[in-house]
Nanobody
Framework: QVHLGESGGGLVQRGGSLKLSCVVSGGAFANYAMAWFRQAPGKEREREFVASINFSGNGKHYGDAVKGRFTITRHDVLNTVYLQMDSLQPEDTARYYC????????????????WGQGTQVTVSS
């Protein structure tokens, strides 16, 4: 069974940085496209696309709200995907989830087969 476990969330001030990690176990990580989504307070039915990276690591895509501030990377030996978040703003406050699907990333949450439980990021003003 595939398991995804996120970590690295926390409380940070406006303009600060955090790095999220997601470790994948029980599956063929090298074959997965990985993505990060977020769910803001009061928007429990809406998961916003943050970033994705293809199985090869060559294709990366970002949501408009985070372009130029967030960076997604992967480490296939460690079965881990990362999200480096810089210049954080209060509107980035959300629960961040990682997700996996085969081969190529997709901005739609329904396209993903596996999900983690999420990690909370709170940005104070």
């Amino acid at each position: 069974q595939v398991h995804l476990g996120e970590s690295g969330g926390g409380l940070v001030q406006r303009g600060g940085s955090l790095k999220l990690s997601c470790v994948v176990s029980g599956g063929a990580f090298a074959n997965y496209a990985m993505a990060w989504f977020r769910q803001a307070p009061g928007k429990e039915r809406e998961r916003e696309f943050v970033a994705s990276i293809n199985f090869s690591g060559n294709g990366k895509h970002y949501g408009d709200a985070v372009k130029g501030r967030f960076t997604i990377t992967r480490h296939d030996v460690l079965n881990t995907v990362y999200l480096q978040m810089d210049s954080l703003q209060p509107e980035d406050t959300a629960r961040y989830y990682c997700a996996a699907r085969y081969c190529y990333g997709d901005p739609k949450p329904d396209a993903y087969d596996y999900w983690g439980q999420g990690t909370q990021v709170t940005v104070s003003s």
